[in-house]
């Protein structure tokens, strides 16, 4: 395979993988016409993100972007992850070197997901 | 790990009888066959052999069979020359092909289009055949060509090849069929199917890669695609691949010989394959015609789940196939065939090819039988489409 280590990790062993029962704020992105679909769920406590999971239909590599995107933002506040974009996901994935370029575009889905999922949060609050 | 390779739609292995036969045309009978010397004159006399041996097979005249790179240019060639010709001589504007067929065929269609000709490409049922009363309709007096395949690479169906060229030849048009997945397991007498124009490319049927040929009916007409020199007629120039053409003629002759037994033998393991998915794997679907199918095709749609995604984790056990998601094209959609047999677009990108080779066996299938449902069933806990049972 001609994926890194990294990607293949994420794959293997997705990290938060699941549903949250009473989450505070679900987003979704792509579409199943195009074959992506990503969906995040957030549970904020006190400002911070407390919990996140995801579920996708996708490749390799969106499931591997998914699992670093609920990485990176597990702990931070709200105000931090919503600053999260899809260069700092390509950059855990191993950088704009290893990621086959065809596939930078999971990277934007997760980012997609994980803003919609916060200003659903942010609209209930 | 057990290495498996259920992908031989894509490339076969070269079989060592193929590789013994090529050895001396490497460095030791290297001569130029277009060269007068007896260097030239012993290629030349080994080329003879490999063309005869793939008239024979055909059921063609020797001065019908012309080499060269595979059925990529074959196509290019009968697509983008013949019509010119025809209309040309006799004003016809009209090119007809088949919502399935390989890209090569489909893109070389659309710029002949671009030209100015008129283009109409025939839907397929949702068994992927292309039924005769949608040529019969499509069809007119000013068709110069119509290109349809003999067997779908991506779902192995196989069309009416004999009764599309005789409506072809009603109207006066010259009919082309890909036969490139058809080679191995399917008759390919030229006058049987009816044929202007055939298309091969060794490295289907366990010969190299880069050879193939195009057999062209005397007095058809053909367009020099590549000028320069006089090779096969005038009509492709280039130095001949000796060692590829002597080893397609004897992966050839080797089709002849044993094309009942691959059949057999693959046809067996593909319906293990197929009937054991069905059983360890709940919401699966065939794609593409059960019976009017090549022995060794299964493709599968399965719900929920995306292609490339299993065929990494499939790729992980050792298991090599193939899926017509868009994620493992490279563009945004799905296979162009998986979605003209009507696949609903969200389950289009779940599609697994498995096809077997002559080196394949039951502790092959076995494995795939026993690795894909733990697969699947990994994936469809993360999807967000599947049904809750499966989370």
Same mark, same amino acid.
């Given at each position: 395979m001609q994926y890194n280590?990294?990607?293949?990790?994420?794959?293997?062993?997705?990290?938060? /993988?699941?549903? =949250?029962?009473?989450? %505070? +704020?679900?987003?979704?992105?792509?579409?199943?016409?195009?074959?992506?679909?990503? /969906?995040?769920? =957030?549970?904020?406590? %006190? +400002?911070?993100?407390?919990?996140?999971?995801?579920?996708?239909?996708?490749?390799g590599v969106a499931i591997a972007a998914s699992s670093v995107l609920t990485e990176i933002v597990k702990g931070k506040t709200v105000d931090e992850a919503a600053k999260i974009t899809k260069a700092d996901i390509i950059e855990e994935l191993g950088g704009q070197k290893k990621v086959p370029p065809e596939k930078i575009h999971c990277s934007l889905l997760a980012e997609d997901a994980l803003k919609k999922a916060i200003e659903e949060y942010r609209q209930k609050h | 790990m057990k290495k498996v390779y259920l992908d031989?739609?894509?490339t076969t292995a070269v079989d060592p009888r193929v590789m013994k036969a090529m050895q001396p045309y490497f460095?030791?009978?290297?001569?130029?066959?277009?060269?007068?010397?007896?260097?030239?004159?012993?290629?030349?006399?080994?080329?003879?052999?490999?063309?005869?041996?793939?008239?024979?097979?055909?059921?063609?005249?020797?001065?019908?069979?012309?080499?060269?790179?595979?059925?990529?240019?074959?196509?290019?060639?009968?697509?983008?020359?013949?019509?010119?010709?025809?209309?040309?001589?006799?004003?016809?504007?009209?090119?007809?092909?088949?919502?399935?067929?390989?890209?090569?065929?489909?893109?070389?269609?659309?710029?002949?289009?671009?030209?100015?000709?008129?283009?109409t490409i025939l839907p397929v049922n949702k068994q992927g055949i292309v039924e005769t009363k949608s040529l019969e309709d499509g069809i007119d007096d000013k068709t110069a060509l119509v290109s349809i395949m003999y067997a779908n690479n991506e779902i192995g169906a196989i069309q009416p090849i004999t009764k599309l060229a005789a409506i072809a030849k009603k109207h006066g048009?010259?009919?082309?069929?890909?036969?490139?997945?058809?080679?191995?397991?399917?008759?390919?007498?030229?006058?049987?199917?009816?044929v202007d124009?055939?298309?091969?490319?060794?490295?289907?049927?366990?010969?190299?890669?880069?050879?193939g040929?195009?057999?062209?009916?005397?007095?058809?007409?053909?367009?020099?695609?590549?000028?320069?020199?006089?090779?096969?007629?005038?009509?492709?120039?280039?130095?001949?691949?000796?060692?590829?053409?002597?080893?397609?003629?004897?992966?050839?002759?080797?089709?002849?010989?044993?094309?009942?037994?691959?059949?057999?033998n693959a046809q067996e393991l593909r319906d293990r394959l197929l009937t054991g998915i069905k059983k360890a794997v709940p919401e699966v679907f065939l794609n593409g015609d059960r019976e009017n199918r090549l022995p060794n095709n299964v493709n599968v749609t399965i719900k929920y789940v995306e292609g490339e995604g299993?065929?990494?984790?499939?790729?992980?056990?050792?298991?090599?196939?193939?899926?017509?998601?868009?994620?493992?094209?490279?563009?945004?959609?799905?296979?162009?065939?998986?979605?003209?047999?009507?696949?609903?677009?969200?389950?289009?990108?779940?599609?697994?090819?498995?096809?077997?080779?002559?080196?394949n066996t039951k502790d092959d299938i076995d494995h795939v039988i026993e690795v894909l449902p733990k697969?699947?069933?990994?994936?469809?806990?993360?999807s967000p489409l599947a049904p809750k049972k499966y989370h």
């Open positions: 280590p990294t990607i293949l990790e994420h794959f293997k062993n997705p990290k938060n /993988q699941g549903e =949250i029962s009473n989450p %505070d +704020g679900v987003g979704k992105a792509g579409n199943p016409v195009c074959g992506d679909v990503m /969906q995040v769920f =957030i549970k904020v406590k %006190d +400002g911070r993100i407390e919990d996140i999971k995801f579920q996708t239909l996708g490749c | 031989n739609a894509a460095s030791d009978k290297y001569g130029n066959p277009s060269s007068v010397h007896s260097f030239g004159q012993e290629a030349s006399e080994t080329v003879g052999k490999a063309r005869r041996q793939a008239a024979k097979f055909l059921g063609a005249k020797q001065e019908e069979i012309i080499f060269n790179s595979g059925a990529t240019e074959g196509n290019n060639t009968v697509i983008k020359t013949v019509p010119k010709i025809l209309k040309e001589k006799g004003g016809r504007d009209h090119i007809i092909t088949s919502a399935v067929e390989h890209h090569c065929v489909l893109d070389s269609a659309k710029a002949m289009e671009k030209e100015g000709f008129r283009l048009a010259k009919f082309h069929t890909d036969a490139v997945q058809a080679a191995n397991y399917l008759d390919c007498n030229v006058d049987k199917l009816g124009y055939l298309t091969l490319s060794a490295h289907k049927f366990y010969g190299p890669k880069g050879i040929l195009l057999y062209k009916r005397q007095r058809a007409p053909l367009g020099q695609y590549m000028s320069g020199g006089a090779q096969e007629n005038h009509l492709r120039a280039g130095t001949l691949n000796v060692p590829g053409i002597v080893g397609m003629g004897a992966a050839i002759e080797l089709v002849s010989k044993e094309q009942a037994k691959r059949s057999a299993m065929l990494m984790s499939l790729d992980m056990e050792g298991i090599a196939c193939s899926t017509g998601s868009a994620c493992s094209s490279g563009s945004l959609e799905a296979s162009h065939v998986i979605l003209a047999l009507g696949v609903p677009k969200e389950f289009s990108h779940g599609s697994l090819r498995f096809t077997i080779g002559q080196d697969i699947v069933k990994r994936l469809r806990k993360m």
